[in-house]
């Protein structure tokens, strides 16, 4: 069975200070797709952007985009 969760990817710093925001999706092995979401580690509280609607409302287009 597959699993999926949002990841803050702090391997991978932008210029201005922020991470992706990817789905890890776990199934036998493990990938992630990028949201093409960003956001500073302050304003990432375990697997949720804790900050900025704006940001929130980015996600959830992006997400709904990709999944069509």
Same mark, same amino acid.
Not at 29 to 33: E, L, N, T, V
């Given at each position: =069975?597959?699993?999926s969760i949002?990841?803050?990817?702090?391997?991978?710093? $932008?210029?201005?200070g922020e991470y992706p925001i990817k789905i890890m999706i776990t199934h036998r092995?493990?990938? =992630?797709?990028n949201?093409?979401?960003s956001c500073l580690a302050s304003e990432w $509280?375990?697997?949720q952007i804790t900050k900025g609607a704006n940001s929130r409302a980015k996600m959830r287009q992006s997400i709904t985009k990709?999944?069509?």
């Open positions: =069975m597959a699993s949002l990841y803050l990817d702090k391997r991978r710093r $932008k210029d201005n092995s493990r990938f =992630m797709i949201t093409g979401i $509280k375990g697997r990709r999944c069509k």
